[in-house]
């Protein structure tokens, strides 16, 4: 089974409007990060926000919110106010048990974001 | 400037020429990893140390090689490097603070394996 899922392969959202992108994962551990990434087309990889399991609240970078609902599993990556330098592919990931182990990647959702 | 540092940013090689690519950072950061990235495949931990001279393994290991002399290197060694590592490869590092976690990457070195 796949530990992380991105059900949403491509998104459009008009600028300015909020998007939500699903994450979704699958761990029997208590103590667990979840991330979120961007990657433009130039290639390079952003990290944009955290949020451990054991985070009562949601994580904020900015204009970006992790909406995270344990008893769900889902972490979706919430972008208020889209803007065209917005578009790029978004990864989630999670790290599960202690601090350094390994990082496993969903296989992202392309998002485009137009005027 | 905090930055994570990958070289080459472009190979391309032969099979079974033995290769480095190389990683440093200047964070003092005691996490870093290797992962490849495919299409339709994602991101995949290749490696990871959590500090000098301890590595282990991640989920896609074969045919690689890493090291952890000094905290701010952490080398990629592909011995005998065959078409299927033909890839774009990161380096990233990590910080943990009160609030969580932070994760710099490499600018990524595209490899070609001929």
């Known amino acids: 089974a796949q530990k992380i899922t991105q059900t949403q392969p491509g998104m459009f959202v008009q600028e300015k409007e909020a998007v939500t992108l699903d994450c979704t994962y699958d761990?029997?551990?208590?103590?667990?990060?979840l991330f979120w990434y961007k990657q433009p087309s130039s290639g390079e990889m952003i990290f944009l926000i955290y949020q451990g399991s054991y985070d009562e609240q949601n994580a904020t970078e900015g204009r970006y919110s992790l909406n995270f609902q344990k008893a769900r599993k889902s972490a979706n990556l919430v972008i208020s106010a889209s803007q065209l330098g917005d578009s790029a592919m978004y990864f989630c990931?999670?790290?599960?048990?202690?601090?350094?182990?390994?990082?496993?990647f969903g296989k992202g959702t392309m998002l485009l974001v137009s005027p | 400037e905090a930055q994570v540092t990958q070289n080459p940013r472009y190979l391309i090689t032969v099979t079974g020429k033995k290769l480095t690519v190389t990683c440093s950072q200047n964070m003092n950061h005691e996490y870093m990893s290797w992962y490849r990235q495919d299409p339709g495949l994602g991101l995949r931990q290749i490696y990871y140390?959590?500090?000098?001279?301890?590595?282990d393994k991640g989920d896609v290991p074969e045919g690689y090689k890493v090291s952890r002399k000094e905290k701010r290197n952490f080398p990629l060694i592909l011995e005998s490097p065959s078409p299927n590592q033909t890839s774009l490869y990161f380096c990233?590092?990590?910080?943990?603070?009160?609030?969580?976690?932070?994760?710099?990457f490499g600018p990524g070195t595209r490899l070609l394996v001929l």
């Open positions: 990931a999670m790290r599960e048990g202690r601090r350094y182990s390994t990082l496993t």
């Open positions: 990233a590092s990590s910080r943990t603070s009160g609030v969580g976690e932070t994760q710099y």
């Open positions: 761990t029997s551990d208590q103590s667990y990060g």
């Open positions: 140390s959590m500090n000098v001279e301890v590595t």
